[in-house]
Nanobody, 127 residues
C-alpha cells in the first residue's frame, strides 16, 4: 500500500511563490518516477510536471515551463514542486502521483500512467 500526502498549498497573490511537498510511504519510493497534476473546478485533471526515479530527467507542461521546478529527495521520500511567478490560471487542486514503472527515465503526461495518488492540496492565486 502506498500513501502520498501533499502539503504546502495556500493562497497567494499573482507573482508570488509556493513550494508543494509530497511525502511518500509504503513503497520503494526511489525506484519510481513521480508526477504532479492539477485540477481546476469544472476542468479535467491536467499534467503539470514529472521527474524520473533518479531525478535526472524532468518533464513540464508548456504552461508552467520556466516558472515551476520539480525535484525530489529520495532520502526523505519526498518530491517537491517549486512554483514561482504564479498566475490566477494556476489556481487548482494539486496532486502528486507515482509512476507505474520502476527504473525508467521515460516520463509521461497521461494520468493513466500513474497508479497511486495523493489527496491533493489547494492552491489559490488571486490577481
Amino acid at each position: 500500500q502506498v500513501q502520498l500526502v501533499e502539503s504546502g498549498g495556500g493562497s497567494v497573490q499573482a507573482g508570488g511563490s509556493l513550494r508543494l511537498s509530497c511525502a511518500a510511504s509504503g513503497r520503494t519510493f526511489s525506484s519510481y518516477g513521480m508526477g504532479w497534476f492539477r485540477q481546476a473546478p469544472g476542468k479535467e485533471r491536467e499534467f503539470v510536471a514529472a521527474i524520473s526515479w533518479s531525478g535526472g530527467t524532468t518533464l513540464y507542461a508548456d504552461s508552467v515551463k520556466g516558472r515551476f521546478t520539480v525535484s525530489r529527495d529520495n532520502a526523505k521520500n519526498t518530491v517537491y514542486l517549486q512554483m514561482n511567478s504564479l498566475k490566477p490560471g494556476d489556481t487548482a487542486v494539486y496532486y502528486c502521483a507515482v509512476g507505474r514503472l520502476a527504473y525508467t527515465i521515460i516520463l509521461t503526461r497521461s494520468p493513466s500512467d500513474y497508479n497511486y495518488w495523493g489527496q491533493g492540496t489547494q492552491v489559490t492565486v488571486s490577481s
